[in-house]
């Protein structure tokens, strides 16, 4: 319904919105530099109205999207499952989705190597058990290749068990072995990159078999 503009209040609890009061009573709420457009006595048609709203409820999911992404990179899939989850229509996640990929918020290619770059750093994983992560994430298989294609599968394994062998080198023979190809199958190691590294580690700490 149209009305007029009467008051246009900051809210208690957040300053950076307003609330815009239609004839007397209360309407709706907007960002404070949307309300900023607005002054009172102006008359509002229900169109108007309508765009306002429809507008406030893009920026708040942006504005969602966004605090969202500010704890780590996500995909594209990532943040579209985040704004279903908080049951933002999907028009609207479209449109949010859209302006963050303009704003370059949103990249997956730059994720996936984040998430390897990561990886290789803190948990070294086998390149099987990558490809089923960035999946999961809902990266595409084409851009998995790419950024996996420079992938040293021999070099992660050693990283990834290179700190743990001091641990494990005063285990039986059998034992040692058993350590090392246990802890490379479960971080998704094929059989061959197991194999060399546990030569490697073996020659390392003089292990005879």
Do not use: C
Request: hydrophobic share 40%.
């Amino acid at each position: 319904m149209a009305g007029t503009i009467t008051e246009l209040k900051f809210q208690q609890r957040n300053k950076e919105r307003v609330n815009i009061y239609l004839d007397g009573e209360y309407a709706f709420g907007l960002d404070a530099v949307e309300a900023a457009r607005l002054h009172k006595g102006q008359v509002l048609s229900e169109a108007e109205i309508a765009e306002l709203k429809a507008q406030d409820e893009r920026n708040r999911a942006f504005d969602r999207a966004v605090q969202f992404l500010s704890y780590r990179p996500r995909s594209r899939v990532e943040v579209e499952r985040y704004l279903r989850g908080k049951s933002i229509d999907e028009v609207v996640r479209d449109d949010v989705i859209a302006r963050l990929e303009r704003a370059k918020y949103l990249d997956d290619e730059a994720f996936a190597r984040f998430w390897l770059e990561n990886r290789e750093r803190f948990k070294p994983r086998g390149e099987r058990a990558l490809r089923y992560e960035l999946r999961q994430k809902g990266v595409s298989d084409e851009i998995i290749a790419q950024v996996l294609s420079d992938l040293d599968d021999e070099a992660s394994a050693w990283r990834a068990v290179e700190g743990r062998l001091s641990r494990w080198a005063n285990l039986p023979g059998d034992e040692f072995r058993q350590k090392i190809v246990g802890y490379l199958s479960r971080r998704g190691f094929d059989y061959n990159t197991i194999s060399l590294t546990l030569e490697k580690a073996g020659q390392v700490l003089d292990i005879k078999d």
